[in-house]
């Protein structure tokens, strides 16, 4: 059987399911916003079982992790704050010990919540130049004066997120983080304080296009995007011009580049997701970032790739 854990508001995973329907295969669904049943995991010197939702997990061959996480853990229950962060704690460690031992009994297990929030950029940049890409400088710094002397080598600097979107809330106002990527000049360094929270900032590098690459085991689907041509999206994509989208066109990657990828994909053991790449000015391929979910559905219709349904025939192959 082929189980699939996934939001039910995720467009992707209804386009995979109707391919799955097309070819009559055996499939389940557990949606992450449901509240699911852990029958039992039971663990002894002979044998492990689990049972969640009356399904034992021994009949499942190939697992599909899209997105988000199981829930066992009935919020609206508690009214207390405190116990309800405890218990929730306490649950996400039996959700990622499931994931691990169910990886380890399946034929296959595509996707994960745990590289999914263990998304740390430093750890995949530093994997990204083992595997011979070129990355951005980068630093991470609690002083100004550190800052100060790398926007002084490198002329134009960036920032954006390191892990977490803002959204904080301080008596009534509310603190978002803008979308996307955002140049950083000496004015915006001297309203810091001399020492800080961590800031990550990188090396601007000036290019000719972006390029997103989807994976999904080893098949990779890439795109090139023409953020160059509108000043709203010059300095990344993400800084959407909802009125005048980019040009976004199929790219073919070079055989070089798409081993790097493989490799970095293999020696991260996150087997699909999202990669985020720059051909530059200098005509070199930069690696940015990964998303271990992805967002494919606009690469695939832009594209004509059909990607859902390469990834419904792959479930197939692999439950067989």
């Known amino acids: 059987m082929i189980l699939i854990i996934s939001s039910e508001k995720d467009i992707t995973t209804h386009i995979v399911i109707q391919w799955l329907k097309k070819y009559n295969?055996?499939?389940?669904?557990?949606?992450?916003e449901d509240?699911?049943?852990?029958?039992?995991?039971?663990?002894?010197?002979?044998?492990?079982?689990?049972?969640?939702n009356n399904v034992d997990f021994s009949t499942i061959n190939v697992v599909w992790h899209r997105r988000g996480r199981l829930k066992f853990l009935d919020s609206s229950s508690l009214n207390n704050s405190n116990l309800f962060l405890y218990l929730k704690r306490e649950e996400d460690s039996v959700i990622k010990s499931l994931e691990n031992f169910q990886?380890?009994?399946?034929?296959?297990?595509?996707?994960?919540y745990i590289k999914e929030v263990e998304n740390f950029k430093l750890d995949h940049l530093s994997l990204a130049k083992k595997c011979g890409f070129r990355i951005p400088k980068t630093l991470v710094t609690t002083s100004k004066k550190e800052l100060l002397h790398f926007k002084l080598e490198n002329n134009k600097i960036i920032t954006k997120d390191l892990r977490y979107p803002v959204n904080v809330q301080i008596t009534?106002?509310?603190?978002?983080?803008?979308?996307?990527?955002?140049?950083?000049d000496d004015s915006d360094i001297e309203l810091l304080d001399d020492k800080f929270m961590p800031i990550f900032v990188q090396e601007y590098i000036e290019k000719l296009f972006e390029i997103r690459v989807f994976f999904y085991d080893s098949t990779l689907f890439s795109m090139a995007i023409f953020s160059q041509e509108d000043e709203k999206t010059i300095i990344d994509y993400r800084n959407y011009n909802d009125e005048k989208p980019n040009r976004c066109i199929p790219f073919?990657?070079?055989d070089l580049i798409k081993d790097k990828i493989l490799k970095f994909s293999n020696e991260s053991n996150i087997n699909t997701g999202s990669i985020d790449l720059i051909f530059s000015s200098e005509e070199e391929f930069i690696f940015l970032e990964i998303n271990p979910m992805g967002q494919l559905d606009w690469l695939s219709k832009n594209c004509n790739y059909y990607i859902e349904k390469e990834i419904a025939t792959s479930l197939i192959l692999k439950n067989a």
């Open 25 to 32: 295969a055996d499939f389940l669904f557990i949606k992450t």
């Open 103 to 112: 990886r380890s009994t399946s034929k296959a297990y595509i996707g994960s």
């Open 35 to 52: 509240l699911s049943s852990l029958n039992s995991f039971s663990i002894d010197n002979t044998s492990e079982k689990l049972t969640i």
């Open 172 to 184: 009534k106002d509310t603190y978002l983080s803008s979308k996307g990527t955002l140049l950083i």
């Open 252 to 254: 073919k990657l070079p």
